[in-house]
């Protein structure tokens, strides 16, 4: 739903009859309502507010410690600031795992309070009760398979995941389960191309990938990193699209500059 309450332009529909006119669907992360207003008008179809959050807004190392308010408050800002994207929130850890009650409350949670139009969940078959009670309540969800870094302490390393062929059979058999329950989309992150491909083909739902190659029915990327504002993360995957970090490095080195000489403000610039 848009700020006035009505539905957004993107709907979960739209996602599907894109994937079945061959139309790639772009997506990007937003913490902000400034980046999601701008991230909106440039035509993204889908903005998630990702618990990256964690990494790139509050500077943790995993995206573990992000709570269920902080995710709220992301996903209000964003949805000010989005008119036209769908906008989907991750609903971060410990808020749907092991129990499907509490899973359905979360989510009840950032619909009612957030004006967001979906949730994202991680995992497969581990996770698929709480999908289901989700669902029936009327919520739309994503999912999201491979490296799913909630789970980073059981994987121990941020490598390409499904390469052995039982996690990638695993992997395929849950993207069906997922499809079959009702989810409206999933999102492949960091999987083998040729694997990402298959199960792109093999679903009637669109697939997101990041780090997943060219064959999924969609992209994503954390906007952090495509406008180069993080410099410290450089996967294969990632296309760098500007370098906000030594744009912003220089304009405040300017700042100070001007600030210690004196040269701001100056006549024009005071009352
Ligand atoms: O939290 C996030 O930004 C994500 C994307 C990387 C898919 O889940």
């Known amino acids: 739903m848009s700020v006035a309450g009505s539905v957004r332009a993107v709907t979960t529909l739209r996602l599907t009859e894109m994937k079945q006119r061959g139309e790639k669907i772009a997506m990007l992360t937003s913490y902000d309502y400034s980046t999601a207003k701008i991230v909106d008008a440039a035509g993204i179809d889908v903005i998630l507010v990702g618990d990256s959050a964690a990494n790139v807004m509050a500077g943790y190392e995993t995206t573990l410690p992000i709570t269920l308010d902080m995710m709220i408050y992301h996903a209000r800002s964003v949805t000010r600031g989005a008119k036209r994207a769908l906008v989907v929130v991750d609903l971060p850890f ?3 795992q092991g129990n499907s009650k509490v899973a359905l409350d979360s989510a009840i949670r950032i619909m009612k309070e957030t004006e967001a139009d979906a949730v994202k969940m991680e995992g497969g078959e581990e996770i698929i009760e709480s999908v289901q009670r989700i669902i029936s309540a009327g919520i739309p969800v994503m999912g ?25 059979a695993k992997l395929i058999r849950d993207a069906h389960l997922l499809e079959e329950n009702g989810c409206f989309a999933v999102v492949l992150e960091k999987i083998p191309a040729t694997l990402a491909t298959q199960v792109s083909q093999e679903l009637r739902i669109p697939t997101i990938g990041i780090g997943a190659g060219s064959g999924t029915d969609g992209q994503v990327l954390v906007v952090h990193d495509m406008l180069g504002i993080s410099n410290d993360f450089s996967p294969r995957f990632l296309r760098r699209y ?12 300017s700042y100070v500059e001007d600030v210690k000489s004196c040269d701001f403000p100056n006549e024009k610039e005071q009352y």
Do not use: C, W
């Open 94 to 96: 410990g808020t749907y």
């Open 144 to 168: 999201h398979l491979g490296l799913t870094p909630q789970s980073i302490h059981k994987f121990g390393t941020y490598n390409v995941r499904a390469k052995e062929e039982a996690e990638a």
């Open 242 to 253: 500007a370098d906000l970090h030594g744009v912003m490095s220089k304009a405040i080195s």
